[in-house]
């Protein structure tokens, strides 16, 4: 929610959002809001059960007309927009809840799909990212993210990480990525 938050004010609505991850559709239902009339929204996820749910989601706020949805891996998603286009990319790493755990974000995966949304990224876009860790979801993830937002060229990218500072229990971490 504070990915959500944070996009809402950051973000101009009637755009061009991509979410990378769309699981059971949360994130997809918030980028189709707004997308209001004349913007539009991409929406990524491995899992055909995780575009289902995202798109009765979508139909029962009809706004399914506002969204493409793919059953493809993030890593691919420079093949179905322009570099420079997106207003906001939001990806929210881990398993579909309520699905298979097995199926959730890879490091290695995460990190080329990053790179790849940086690249569809407009200049003032934002990127947000909600890294999970602990139990099913491990560390390994969490770990190789935040090294690799490190390391971005800070004369490119504005990079703020967050915390749930006194939140128990390896808390979601919400970070950031602006283009400059
Ligand atoms: N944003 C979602 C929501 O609002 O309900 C939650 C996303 S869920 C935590 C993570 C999703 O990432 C799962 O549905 C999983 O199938 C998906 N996923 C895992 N690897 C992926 C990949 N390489 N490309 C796209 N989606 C992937």
């Known amino acids: 929610s504070w990915c959500q938050e944070l996009l809402r004010i950051q973000v101009p609505e009637n755009g061009f959002y991509i979410d990378a991850t769309t699981g059971n559709g949360h994130d997809t239902l918030f980028l ?7 913007g539009h929204v991409l929406g990524f996820d491995i899992q055909q059960q ?4 995202t798109r009765e989601m979508l139909v029962r706020n009809h706004m399914e007309d506002r969204a493409r949805l793919i059953c493809d891996s993030h890593v691919n998603m420079g093949k179905y927009a322009e570099e420079g ?5 939001c990806f929210n790493f881990g398993y ?3 699905g298979d755990h097995a199926l959730a974000t890879k490091p290695e995966t995460s990190l080329a799909a990053i790179g790849e949304g940086l690249k569809l990224l ?5 990127m947000s990212l909600c890294i999970y860790s602990g139990g099913d979801s491990g560390f390994e993830e969490r770990d190789a993210v935040l090294l690799f937002l490190k390391d971005l060229d800070e004369k490119k990218y504005i990079v703020i990480v967050n915390q749930y500072y006194n939140r128990k229990n390896n808390p979601p971490i919400p970070a950031f990525i602006i283009k400059k």
């Open 85 to 89: 286009s997106a207003d906001a990319i």
């Open 122 to 126: 407009k200049k003032g876009g934002v």
């Open 32 to 38: 189709c809001e707004l997308a209001k009339e004349r």
């Open 50 to 53: 995780a575009l289902n749910h």
């Open 96 to 98: 579909l809840p309520g």
